[in-house]
């Protein structure tokens, strides 16, 4: 299995932005698609986006549309969340997930996936 490092998570206020990375190391020739859940106190874990780890298709957490970004560098073997336009709402542990099986189309799903990093805090004041 690939070992997820999640990083930039801090304190933004309120229409910020921030930028998340996840370091990947490992068999990353595994990967078959990526994708970034987090998980509120008291909530369940919830999709964020997920991206295809050779193709372009992405998908969207219907809260987190048109604000947040998620890219991948196969090269530097990271995956990114540029989050901005944050709301209090968006305060969170953010976690990057993978998948190492065959199907490669980004999944809003966190059992499709099978490895997970520690997570980052986001907390966004008012």
């Known amino acids: 299995q690939v070992q997820l490092v999640e990083s930039g998570g801090g304190l933004v206020q309120a229409g910020g932005s921030l930028r998340l990375s996840c370091g990947i190391s490992g068999p990353t020739d595994t990967i078959r698609r990526m994708a970034w859940f987090r998980q509120a106190p008291g909530k369940e874990r919830e999709f964020v986006a997920a991206?295809?780890?050779?193709?372009?298709?992405?998908k969207y957490g219907d809260s987190v549309k048109g604000r947040f970004t998620i890219s991948r560098d196969n090269v530097k073997n990271t995956l990114n969340l540029r989050m901005s336009g944050l709301k209090i709402e968006d305060t969170a542990i953010y976690y990057c997930a993978a998948d190492t099986e065959i199907q490669s189309m980004p999944s809003e799903y966190p059992l499709d996936y099978d490895s997970w990093g520690q997570g980052t805090q986001v907390t966004i004041s008012s």
């Open positions: 991206i295809s780890w050779k193709f372009d298709d992405t």
